[in-house]
Each structure stands twice: as C-alpha cells, then as structure tokens.
C-alpha cells in the first residue's frame, strides 16, 4: 500500500467512482446551469437543515470523546461553523426560495428516508465509535460540498437569485480552510491509528459509505423522495 499521500487522498481515490456521481447528479448540474425547479431546492435545504442538527449533534459527541486539544479543535470548529454560519444560511436561502414560490413538497415534515439512513449511520458511529470513526463518517460532507463548489464556482448561473449565494457560501475562503484543517488533523490521527490493516479498511469503508450516503441524498432531494403513507398525505391537501 503506497503512503504517498496522506490518507484523507486515498480515500477520496478509492471513492473516486462515487464521488464522480456526486458532482455529475442532476441536482448539482441543474443547479450549476439556473434550471433545478425551486421546489426541488426548497426540499433539499428543509431536509438538509435537519440533517444538520444531527451533524452537530455527532460533531458534539466527537469532542466529548476527544483525548487531545486537535481532536477536541477538530470537532468544535466545524460545530460552531454549522451552528452559527450554515444553519442561517440555509434558513436565510430558505426565506428567499419560499418568497419565490416554491411549493412545500413536504421537506420539513421530517425525515425522508435516505437522511434517516444517513443521520442513523453517523449517529450510530458516534455513539459506538472514538473519534477517528466519527470523523471518518463526517468528513465526505463537509469536504464534498466544498469541492463541488470550487467545481461550480465558474459554472454556475451568477444572475440565479439563490444557486449562485448557494456556490458562494461553500466557496468562501473559511469554509476551504476548515475542510483543509479537517483533512489534515484527519490524516494525522489516521498515521496514528490506522495506518494499515483491518483498521485501515473499517475507516476507508466508513468513509465510502458516508460518501455513499451524499449521493443518496441528493437523490432524496431531486426526488423528493418520502416516507409513502406522508406521500400519500401531501398529496390530499
């Protein structure tokens, strides 16, 4: 197994194919050229703001897990970047896609079923695992989302009155830093304690299926995908 590069790298190789689905998905080219029905927008933030309190809530178990001031800096970082910057975000993004008109297809009604199965898996890492699983399983998220929009900084409709304020925000210089940290402090504690072996493959397993897991959530959100007995409900109103 080469040690070339750092570990954060070749997990992302070894997902490469995955990730490959995650910035070629419709939902994400859609966006990036102004056409993905605001309706469909409208869902995936309403979905993607409960899936980020159970982010934060597994970034705050990671840090009372945490055994040293990086891990502990690790985790508090990316939680306070959620808590105060990308829930406000998304609710400020959500106010301006509503006033458009977009119509409620039932996002914020709870969970679809691919964020239940997202949520459920990083939560039952962080109560199961230390905090080298915990941030194996967040990390495609934060890092996914960057990179897709660096992808789209140059693509994406720059007249759209939200998709381009969407790119911008995961674009902005902190955002990259944070990530760039997250992969470095990972990469750290992978040397540490996984640098081969059965451990190795239960982190690079963690980290495809947390990768995975993204890719299904698009999916649920260009979908609109729901539990059928609620589907059936939205349908009557």
Not at 115 to 124: E, G
């Amino acid at each position: 197994m080469s040690t070339a590069l750092p570990a954060s790298d070749r997990f992302r190789a070894r997902s490469e194919r995955i990730w490959q689905g995650l910035h070629a998905h419709p939902f994400i080219t859609e966006l990036a050229a102004g056409t993905l029905p605001i309706d469909k927008f409208r869902f995936f933030l309403e979905q993607d703001n409960l899936y980020l309190e159970d982010y934060a809530r597994c970034l705050a178990m990671g840090a009372a897990k945490s055994r040293s001031e990086t891990e502990l800096r690790y985790f508090i970082t990316d939680l306070n970047q959620v808590l105060d910057k990308e829930l406000p975000s998304n609710r400020e993004l959500l106010d301006r896609v509503t006033e458009m008109g977009a119509v409620d297809r039932g996002g914020a009604s709870g969970m679809a079923p691919a964020n239940v199965a997202y949520t459920s898996y990083m939560r039952s890492l962080a109560l199961h695992g230390g905090p080298l699983e915990i941030m194996a399983s967040l990390l495609p998220c934060a890092w996914s989302y960057v990179e897709i929009a660096a992808a789209l900084a140059d693509r994406v409709d720059a007249d759209h009155p939200v998709y381009a304020d969407w790119v911008g925000y995961f674009s902005l210089p902190a955002n990259v830093q944070m990530v760039n940290d997250m992969r470095r402090d990972f990469d750290l504690l992978v040397q540490d304690e996984a640098s081969g072996g059965a451990r190795w493959d239960r982190i690079d397993h963690i980290f495809a299926t947390s990768s995975r897991l993204e890719h299904q959530f698009w999916n649920m959100a260009y979908t609109f995908e729901r539990w059928p007995d609620l589907s059936e409900d939205l349908a009557d109103r």
